[in-house]
């Protein structure tokens, strides 16, 4: 619009979440300084309390996620570019709906609620539409790996939060998602959009042994503790600023 194009045009410093927006905006005003600025989180809030672990193993009692079954969150506001369904139909394609059960916090879309409610194209589910984030600690700690197949994105705080508590993630390669995940050390990314690649990238989380996982758990809650802690984002916000 003509007040961002106004905006950035007399701006000091231009900061941007994912390294595509920073060269899109370069491009468009190649005299700015524009930085990557990713967000932060802090993981010592993620870190699991007595009643979370209760809260863990009772979800997964009720998914009754045993040997060879892993279980796999949706978390947020599901809408339409989150692409759930997609995933899902991907997931169906590659024969792997026997292996997945899903936890689903948040707002669900119409046509994602409905592809959950039928059997026949959906794993078995645990829906929560409200969660206090202070209970989101155990929550995401009784999936096994987070699902965020998104159309686009930017830098999405699930994503953080999920690898903050050792779930390692299963994602597009939308906005920033790109640059956190390692493919295959600390998550698993498919391009977006393509359902083949989709179902691929799940089959590959799949395979992981139980101490596999436990090995990429740890990996990915060391990862984003140390690349992307607030005190990161602090010095990199001072850089912009010139502080």
């Known amino acids: 619009s003509g007040m961002v194009r106004d905006a950035f045009a007399r701006a000091a410093g231009i900061g941007a979440v ?3 927006k920073v060269h899109r905006i370069q491009a ?3 005299s700015q300084r524009v930085m990557w600025t990713p967000n932060s989180v802090d993981s010592s809030r993620w870190e699991l309390l007595p009643a979370d672990s209760a809260r863990r193993d009772e979800v997964r009692g009720l998914l009754d996620a045993r040997e060879g079954v892993r279980v796999f969150g ?3 506001e599901l809408k339409a570019k989150k692409r759930i369904p997609f995933w899902l139909e991907a997931v169906r394609d590659a024969g792997l709906l026997e292996q997945i059960r899903l936890l689903a916090v948040g707002t669900l879309d119409a046509p994602t609620a409905a592809i959950l409610d ?3 194209i959906a794993p078995r589910s645990v829906r929560i539409p409200f969660c206090p984030p202070d209970q989101l600690a155990g929550l995401y700690a009784a999936a096994d790996f987070v699902a965020i197949p998104s159309m686009y994105e930017g830098m999405p705080n699930v994503l953080l939060e999920a690898m903050a508590c050792g779930v390692p993630p299963v994602a ?3 906005g920033a998602m790109r640059e956190v995940i390692a ?3 600390t998550g698993f990314l498919f391009a977006s959009e393509n359902r083949d690649e989709a179902g691929r990238a799940t089959a590959r989380a799949l395979a992981l042994s139980d101490g596999e996982l436990s090995t990429m758990s740890t990996g990915v809650r060391d990862h984003v503790a140390s690349a992307y802690s607030l005190e990161r984002e602090l010095d990199t916000l001072c850089e912009l600023m010139g502080v």
């Open 18 to 20: 994912t390294v595509e």
């Open 172 to 174: 597009s390669d939308a």
């Open 118 to 120: 039928d059997p026949a």
């Open 74 to 76: 949706l978390f947020g």
């Open 183 to 185: 493919d295959g050390e």
């Open 28 to 30: 468009l005003f190649p």
